[in-house]
């Protein structure tokens, strides 16, 4: 049991909570797989190069990578007063979702399980020092 009172508790917890300026898409309808190939290739770069990297990339996940990036940008701005040319992309990862399970019949019977995988997408940006 942790101790202290409630209150206490969930003071101590925030005071440990990452304050740099993020954005999530959850259940984006991409695997793990195919969304991290876009992802590591703007991890590291500054936002204005990130974003002209998922511009031009022709994968599916950078589409919503892209407006991923947009909305952690806005999110800097106006929620942490922070100006655009100053950040970089500290952080990209997605984590795997819930499977959506279907069925294709096969011959004599049978029936194969297709696996529509889903992924939830996290940037976290950064001031350059």
């Known amino acids: 049991m942790a101790k202290g009172h409630r209150s206490q ?3 101590e917890r925030n005071a440990n909570k990452d304050t740099r300026p993020h954005a999530k898409l959850m259940y984006a309808r991409v695997s793990v ?3 991290n190939f876009v992802l590591e290739a703007i991890r590291g770069k500054d936002v204005q190069t990130a974003l002209g990297i998922v511009a031009y990339n022709p ?5 919503l990578i892209e407006k991923l990036l947009k909305s952690a940008i806005a999110n800097a ?7 655009a ?3 970089y992309v500290a952080a990209a990862y997605a984590d795997k979702g ?3 399970k279907r069925i294709h019949p096969r011959a ?3 029936a194969y399980r ?11 940006l950064d001031e350059k020092k």
Do not use: C, D, F, W
Request: hydrophobic content about 30%.
């Open 9 to 11: 508790i969930k003071r």
């Open 33 to 35: 797989q195919k969304a």
């Open 59 to 63: 994968r599916y996940a950078s589409s």
């Open 77 to 83: 701005e106006n929620n942490n007063g922070l100006s």
């Open 85 to 87: 040319e100053n950040l």
């Open 98 to 100: 819930p499977t959506m």
């Open 108 to 110: 004599q019977g049978r």
């Open 114 to 124: 297709i696996e529509k995988r889903i992924s939830h997408i996290t940037i976290v």
